[in-house]
């Protein structure tokens, strides 16, 4: 099996969920450190500066990881973001389908923002249909070098390569070195095939992509993957 890591983020695009539909195990990596004005907590559901979604947290200074981030208490940017993506997609063939589950998410209160950007994750891993499982590394263990975590993680879930983006590798972020000290190997993630149609979607919201095929949406990605897979030698 492949494992990769994600950093938690707001309604991401389709490149997002194309890198995660290559690997069986993913880390959603809410023990990372918050970044304000990072796509964690912001979105752009069609990547225009008009329609900007942003999820208010509270800034403390001695809880700074995404896991640890409280959500503002006030329902005024629920009522926003609800009213925004209504604005946005209520043309499209599925949006009675899947808005009004979207909906019900916002009206749970979350208190902090790794619940709430991990019950998402779930709810569009499910409607791509992608069979792979997701942990939250904050219940895993997360302290220590990224590289040796990695290592841990992927011995933990029996997982024999961890799949990365090259400059994942090449700014050694994680040192391929150590993972293949322990017999793991390291893979890099598929490049989007040349379609102008997988192209037109690449950086807007997954949202956007699922909402237009609904079922077929997972199906889809699918069908423009690739089998090779490329080593990354360090």
Not at 6 to 25: A, E, H, K, V
């Amino acid at each position: 099996m492949i494992l990769s890591t994600f950093r938690p983020t707001f309604l991401p695009d389709l490149m997002y969920f194309w890198q995660m539909s290559q690997c069986q195990i993913a880390i959603f990596a809410d023990h990372l450190p918050f970044s304000k004005g990072a796509r964690i907590n912001r979105s752009a559901p069609l990547n225009t500066p008009e329609d900007i979604l942003t999820i208010p947290v509270q800034h403390e200074a001695s809880e700074n990881q995404i896991f640890k981030r409280k959500v503002v208490e006030q329902t005024f940017w629920k009522q926003k973001h609800v009213k925004t993506l209504r604005h946005l997609f209520h043309n499209f063939p599925f949006a009675e389908y899947y808005l009004p589950e979207i909906e019900d998410l916002y009206s749970t209160d979350f208190v902090y923002l790794g619940d709430l950007l991990f019950e998402l994750h779930l709810k569009l891993v499910k409607w791509l249909h992608l069979p792979l499982q997701i942990y939250r590394s904050s219940k895993l263990d997360f302290k220590g070098d990224a590289s040796r975590l990695v290592g841990d993680w992927c011995k933990q879930f029996q997982c024999e390569a961890y799949m990365a983006a090259e400059q994942t590798f090449r700014k050694q972020w994680i040192d391929a070195r150590v993972l293949k000290a322990q017999n793991i190997r390291t893979l890099l993630f598929a490049p989007l095939p040349h379609s102008t149609f997988l192209e037109n979607y690449a950086r807007k919201s997954i949202l956007h992509f699922i909402l237009q095929f609904g079922p077929e949406a997972g199906y889809i990605l699918k069908q423009y993957s690739r089998k090779q897979r490329k080593e990354y030698s360090p």
